[in-house]
C-alpha cells in the first residue's frame, strides 16, 4: 500500500470513532433529558438526512477539490453540530448537522482510494478501512459508554476551570465536550493527505459565490450517474445489497441497544457494548473477505445477506449475555464478508462509469435513504407502540425477503444478459491482475 492509504486510515479511524461515541452520548443525552423512545429512535434518520438532500452535490464538490480538504472542511461541519448539542439547540437537529458532515466526507474518503490505488488493491483496501472503521464503532461505542457511565463522567465533571464557567453540567454533556478534540485529530491527519495528482472534474456550476444560483444545475448529472448505476449490470446488484446491508445495518445500532434494554435490562453504557460486539464481528469477516475474495467473484456472497436476516430473528429468542456475544459476533461477521466485495465492485463499476466521488455519492444517496427509510418506519413503529422485540422480527423478515429477491435479480441477469456480464466480469479480472 502506499505511504497515503495510511494517513487516509488515521484520519478515517478517529473520525468515525467521534461519530459512533457520540451516538453514545446523544442517545444517553436525549433519555437524561426524558425525550420519548421515538426520539431517541429518530437519531437514526436524522444523522442520514443531508446524505440525503445533499446526494447531488457531495460528490461532485468531492471530485471538484482535493478530497483531503474535503475531508477536513466535513470535520470542522461535525465540530460545529457538537457545539451546537453543548450550546442547547434539540439534540436532533444538532446531530443532522454532525450528518451533514458525514455526508460531505464519505465520497472523499472512499472515493480517494480509487484515485490513489490500482483496481487490484481495491478489495484489499477495502478491507483494511471496513476493518478499521468497525474497529472505530467497536472502540468509538464503548468510548461512548464509558464517557456517559458514572465513573468516568464523575471525574470530567469534577474538573473546574478558574474564572471561567463551561456551562457542562452532565455525562453526556462532558462527553461531547471530550469528542469535539478527537474530531479535531481527526481534521490534522486530512491535513496530512497526499495529493493524489488526479485531475479534478470542475462542478458544472461555477466554483464562486455564484454557485448558489447554480446549483439545481448539479441536478440532472446527479440523476444521470444514479441511473447509469442501476442500469448497469454488476452495478445495480453490488448497489441494491449495499443499500440493503446499511439501511438494515444503520437502525441496527440502535435497536441492538433497546433490544439489551428490553430483554437483559441494561443500561446505555452496558448495551453499548454489546453493539460493539456486532463490530468485532463484522471486522473479522471484513479481514477475511479482503484476503480470501476477489474482485470477479464478489457476487457469490449475496446469499450470506439471507442468512443475516434469518439471524436478526433469532436475536428475539435470547435473553442470555453469554449466548448473545457470540451470536452477534457471528451476525456482524456473515455482514463484514458480505460488504467487503460488493464495496469494491461498487466502487470499481462507479468509477469507470463516472468517477470516484459521484460513485460514492449515488451509493450514499441510495444507502442512507434506506437508513432514513426505515428509521422512520421504526421511529414511528416505537411511537404506535411497536416493542423492541417486534422491530427486530420486521428488520429481520425485510433483509432476508430483500436479499433473496436481489439473489433472483441476479440470476435473472446471469440468464438473459451472460454476454454482458461475461463483459463487466472480465474488465474486472483484467483490472484486478494488471491494475
Known amino acids: 500500500m502506499k505511504r497515503g492509504f495510511y494517513t487516509i486510515m488515521a484520519a478515517q479511524f478517529f473520525s468515525s470513532l467521534a461519530d459512533n461515541a457520540l451516538f453514545v452520548a446523544a442517545v ?10 421515538w426520539q431517541r429512535a ?9 446524505y440525503v438532500v445533499l446526494a447531488p452535490f457531495v460528490g461532485a464538490f468531492a471530485d471538484a477539490r482535493p478530497k483531503g480538504n474535503v475531508m477536513f472542511l466535513s470535520n470542522a461541519i461535525k465540530v460545529v453540530g457538537c457545539l451546537m448539542m453543548l450550546f442547547g439547540v434539540h439534540p436532533l437537529l444538532a446531530y443532522a448537522i454532525v450528518g451533514l458532515g458525514a455526508a460531505a466526507y464519505s465520497p472523499a474518503k472512499y472515493g480517494i482510494l480509487t484515485e490513489l490505488l490500482p483496481a487490484s488493491q481495491l478489495v484489499k483496501a477495502n478491507g483494511w478501512i471496513e476493518g478499521l472503521t468497525i474497529a472505530s464503532i467497536i472502540l468509538g461505542v464503548l468510548l461512548g459508554g464509558q464517557l456517559v457511565g458514572p465513573l468516568i463522567a464523575q471525574r470530567m465533571l469534577s474538573v473546574d476551570l478558574p474564572f471561567f464557567d463551561t456551562g457542562i453540567d452532565t455525562p453526556p454533556e462532558a462527553a461531547i465536550f471530550v469528542l469535539i478534540f478527537v474530531y479535531a485529530l481527526a481534521a490534522w491527519f486530512n491535513t496530512r ?32 450517474c ?21 439501511g438494515v445495518s ?4 440502535y435497536i441492538v441497544l433497546a433490544w439489551a434494554a428490553a430483554a437483559l435490562g441494561y443500561s446505555t453504557t ?39 436476516g434469518m439471524l436478526v430473528i433469532l436475536l ?108 463487466l466480469l472480465h474488465i474486472a479480472r483484467n483490472d484486478n491482475l494488471h491494475g
Open 226 to 246: 444514479n441511473s447509469r448505476l442501476w442500469r448497469d449490470k454488476l452495478g445495480q446488484i453490488s448497489l441494491a445489497t449495499t443499500t440493503l446491508f446499511w
Open 316 to 423: 428475539n429468542f435470547i435473553d442470555n449475555v453469554w449466548v448473545a456475544a457470540p451470536f452477534l459476533v457471528l451476525l456482524g461477521g456473515l455482514g463484514g464478508f458480505l460488504v467487503v466485495p460488493m464495496n469494491a465492485l461498487l466502487q470499481h463499476r462507479g468509477h469507470n462509469l463516472m468517477g470516484a466521488g459521484r460513485s460514492i455519492a449515488v451509493q450514499n444517496f441510495n444507502e442512507q435513504a434506506c437508513i432514513l427509510g426505515l428509521g422512520a418506519f421504526y421511529s414511528l413503529s416505537t411511537g404506535l407502540g411497536l416493542s423492541a422485540f417486534g422491530a427486530i422480527t420486521v428488520f429481520g423478515v425485510v433483509v432476508g425477503g430483500m436479499m433473496w429477491l436481489i439473489k433472483r435479480w441476479h440470476a435473472y441477469n446471469h440468464v438473459h444478459h451472460r454476454e454482458e456480464l461475461a463483459r
Open 28 to 37: 444517553e443525552l436525549m433519555r437524561a433529558g426524558g425525550a420519548p423512545e
Open 270 to 308: 452496558q448495551a453499548s457494548s454489546l453493539v460493539g460486539v456486532v463490530a468485532i464481528g463484522t471486522a473479522v469477516g471484513a479481514v477475511v473477505a479482503s484476503a480470501r475474495m476477489k474482485l470477479d467473484h464478489a457476487t457469490s456472497v449475496i446469499p450470506l445477506g439471507i442468512g443475516m
Open 250 to 253: 444503520g437502525n441496527l445500532r
Open 42 to 50: 429518530a437519531l437514526v434518520p436524522m444523522f442520514a438526512l443531508f
Open 193 to 224: 493527505i497526499p495529493h493524489t495528482g488526479v485531475e479534478m472534474r470542475p462542478m458544472r456550476a461555477r466554483t464562486d459565490w455564484s454557485i448558489a444560483r447554480n446549483l439545481l444545475a448539479l441536478l440532472p448529472d446527479f440523476w444521470s
